[in-house]
């Protein structure tokens, strides 16, 4: 499985734009890469999931490069209820038995 | 539309008694997964299901069993707690493929003295 490095913890302040990024430098051909945010007392939410290139779905954005060696999500005009754990994600999509491995992700801090 | 709902939502145990953790799921979905989440970490995963009447280990299945006898439920078993296992239970439950979307539980938060 592909190792994620992604930073501990972030600040930032409301309405601006956040991004995090995430670093896979071993990501394999089949691998995708999925984010998971995390609010405190909740389990995780599904984000976004992509390939290669930019998807972007109505909660966030992600930018892959051509590499695909490193990945950034992209939250636009970020409010007071974004504060959460972002966890990146590597791996097969299509492995049936393939398995989650949540890393310390990222503790997303916004402020008024 | 419930979702993925968890049984109980919190519990202490003495070291050594036993407890079963439900999850049920109302989505159809195939896939159903066991996770624990200590503190400062990210979730692990013990058991999974791949579908009706199977399970599968997953990172940290030692001390734990599972079952899956309903497509719709995933009961989790501590046969005899210990401390170690104090911690944060999610369930999970995905449509067909581990990297489908999961959607998760709100979480069974379990003390063992």
């Known amino acids: 499985l592909a190792k994620t490095t992604q930073p501990i913890s972030m600040d930032s302040y409301e309405g601006q734009e956040v991004n995090i990024t995430c670093s896979h430098n071993?990501?394999?051909?089949?691998?995708?890469i999925t984010w998971y945010q995390q609010f405190p007392s909740q389990g995780p939410r599904f984000i976004i999931q992509?390939?290669?290139t930019k998807v972007t779905n109505e909660v966030a954005s992600l930018f892959i490069p051509a590499d695909r060696k490193s990945s950034t999500l992209s939250l636009p005009r970020v409010s007071l209820s974004d504060t959460a754990v972002y966890y990146c994600?590597?791996?097969?999509?299509?492995?049936?038995?393939?398995?989650?491995?949540f890393g310390q992700g990222t503790e997303l801090s916004v402020k008024p | 539309n419930a979702g993925v709902t968890q049984t109980p939502k919190f519990r202490v145990l003495k070291t050594g008694q036993s407890m079963t953790l439900l999850c049920a799921q109302d989505?159809?979905?195939?896939?159903m997964y066991w996770y624990r989440q200590d503190p400062g970490m990210g979730l692990r995963l013990i058991h999974y299901?791949?579908?009706?009447?199977?399970?599968a280990k997953g990172e940290v299945p030692d001390g734990y069993n599972v079952s899956r006898l309903k497509k719709q439920n995933f009961l989790l078993g501590l046969e005899s707690a210990a401390p170690s296992q104090t911690s944060v239970y999610f369930c999970?439950?995905?449509?067909?493929?581990?990297?489908?979307?999961?959607?998760f539980g709100p979480g069974t938060r379990l003390t063992v003295l």
């Open positions: 999970a439950s995905s449509y067909s493929l581990p990297w489908d979307e999961q959607f």
């Open positions: 992509g390939y290669k």
């Open positions: 989505m159809n979905h195939e896939y």
């Open positions: 299901s791949v579908g009706e009447g199977t399970t």
């Open positions: 994600l590597v791996g097969d999509r299509y492995n049936q038995g393939g398995k989650l491995i």
């Open positions: 071993n990501i394999a051909t089949n691998d995708y």
